[in-house]
């Protein structure tokens, strides 16, 4: 039995484990005010808020109900926009009324939604974040003009929020119900969901297989790994930094222990899908999913990850480049699972560089990607890991071109001749996202980049021809 609180109400339903969180909610349990949208992650129209006991506290992230296995919300606390009502508007709702960011409302549940999740974090709210919260929500009547004006209106009213407590100050506030300070106690006595047998349908966040498989999967009872507590958590260990499989994208952007070896990984993590996709998708399931251009995978494959297995085969490590055989074809048996990935870790920072080009720059899936880290003995580049998404069947590790850089000094000319090794290493094919020749020269220019970036001291334009 599923068992978890839905607003104030304590729910045990035997439905399918695989069937989405938003038909349960609104067929079985008639919330209408949570939309169905497209049901592949982009609208936002279905967002609600998924409440995890974390110690004595509960933390709300927002979630699109659409993708999340009904499994998955098992001991959570859910909440729908019914179970935000207080008897009055609250500021959220109030700014969003009064700068007229209401048309049709079709997509207003889902933006207060993902505001209240803004408002309830424990990070300070300012109009930049309150926006950046509603990047999945898509409007089609207001135009975006006057959601921003909300934010602003939203930001000034959560100057005073306490970041410390911030559950507790928003319901001493009035802008959530009462009931919310019972949560956590009432979350404390849910016990853990009896796991099924390795051999069903595995899923972790759901953002992949539920727009994929959402047929069978409504069906289906599920191995949700999402919440498994030996496959989460980031450590550092004898000098490596190991990866929880079912680390969430999110997790992985808010790690201080990332932050300190890559100092600018939020900022990348932000141009990964939306802030609810991200609140669900894992490392291990961007791995596995084994998309060519995985943005996880991509930054993985320059700090030349392993991975490690679980499952009931013997427990094995492995490069994580030589996990991918072919078009979404892994070195993965069927009773296997990663069970966490890991790389060398020093906490001070390293040269490492992500660069992604996108038709936009947030929500956008890449046309090509790249990563690069390279560590230097004098001026000389004594180890290099370049990656590239895009450009092959499979993500790509440029072993050749790595190769090449190594032991050379950095200069425009060396990242010229690199080019030409990188040429003969990749194979692009044209498609929606441009042509072959277009992502060709796309890498040539990110790989530019990274060393601009990396080395502006030392990379002189004017010496060459570009
Ligand atoms: C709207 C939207 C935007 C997106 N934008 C981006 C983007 O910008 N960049 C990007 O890289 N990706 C993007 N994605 C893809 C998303 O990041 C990946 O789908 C996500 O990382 C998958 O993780 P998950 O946990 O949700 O996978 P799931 O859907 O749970 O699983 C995916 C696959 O991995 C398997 N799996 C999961 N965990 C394990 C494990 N531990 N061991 C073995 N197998 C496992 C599952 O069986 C399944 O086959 C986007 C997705 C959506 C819906
Ligand atoms: S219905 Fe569109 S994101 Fe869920
Ligand atoms: S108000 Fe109509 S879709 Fe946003």
């Given amino acids: 039995m599923v068992t978890f609180i839905l607003n104030n109400e304590l729910i045990s339903t035997g439905k399918p484990t695989g069937s989405s969180l938003l038909d349960f909610i609104r067929y079985d349990m008639g919330l209408t005010g949570t939309k169905t949208g497209c049901r592949e992650g982009d609208c936002g129209a ?7 006991l974390t110690g004595s506290t509960v933390v709300y992230r927002s979630t699109l109900s659409c993708l999340m ?7 959570k606390h859910i909440v729908t926009i019914e179970g935000i009502n207080t008897g009055h508007l609250s500021h959220i709702q109030h700014a969003m009324v009064d700068n007229g960011a209401i048309q049709c409302g079709f997509c207003t549940p889902g933006i207060v939604m993902s505001l209240v999740a803004e408002s309830a974090s424990a990070r300070t ?20 003009k006057s959601i921003r004006r909300a934010a602003d ?7 005073e929020k306490d970041t410390a407590d911030p559950v507790r100050w928003l319901v001493e506030n009035k802008q959530l119900p009462e009931y919310f300070l019972t949560i956590p106690e009432r979350l404390a006595s849910i016990p853990g969901l009896t796991e099924t047998e390795d051999s069903g349908i595995m899923i972790a966040g759901g953002t992949d297989l539920m727009v994929r498989n959402a047929d069978e999967l409504a069906e289906s009872d599920i191995v949700t790994l999402y919440d498994r507590k030996e496959l989460k958590g980031i450590r550092v260990e004898g000098g490596r930094c190991i990866i929880g499989a079912s680390v969430t994208i999110s997790e992985a952007g808010e790690s201080e222990t990332l932050k300190k070896y890559i100092p600018e990984i939020s900022s990348y993590i932000r141009l990964i899908a939306s802030e609810p996709v991200r609140n669900m998708a894992t490392i291990a399931g961007n791995i596995v999913n084994a998309s060519p251009i995985g943005d996880i995978t991509i930054i993985l494959l320059a700090l030349n990850a392993e991975v490690t297995t679980g499952g009931s085969r013997d427990s094995r490590t492995l490069p994580l480049r030589e996990l991918f055989l072919g078009y979404k074809k892994l070195d993965l048996a069927a009773e ?5 990935i890991s790389f060398t870790y020093q906490p001070e920072p390293a040269l490492f560089s992500f660069e992604k080009v996108s038709r936009r ?3 956008d899936i890449a046309s090509v990607n790249s990563a690069m880290h390279v560590v230097m003995n004098g001026d000389l580049i004594a180890g290099c890991h370049l990656s590239a998404g895009g450009v092959s069947p499979v993500p790509l590790y440029l072993e050749k071109t790595g190769a090449f850089l190594t032991g050379r000094p950095v200069s425009a000319e060396i990242v010229l001749q690199a080019y030409e090794v990188m040429q003969q290493e990749i194979s692009p094919i044209s498609d929606a996202r441009g042509s072959a020749e277009y992502k060709r020269l796309l890498l040539r220019q990110l790989i530019l980049a ?10 002189n334009l004017s010496t060459v021809q570009l």
């Fill in 361 to 363: 720059t947030h929500l």
């Fill in 153 to 159: 209106a939203i930001a000034d009213a959560m100057r």
């Fill in 336 to 340: 296997e699972y990663i069970r966490c």
């Fill in 125 to 144: 709210t300012t109009a930049e974040s309150a926006i950046a919260a509603t990047a999945g929500n898509i409007c089609r009547c207001t135009g975006y």
């Fill in 69 to 75: 296995p009904l499994g998955n919300a098992h001991g």
């Fill in 450 to 459: 990274h060393f601009l970036k990396l080395f502006p001291e030392k990379i």
């Fill in 46 to 52: 279905c967002t609600v808020l998924a409440g995890s």
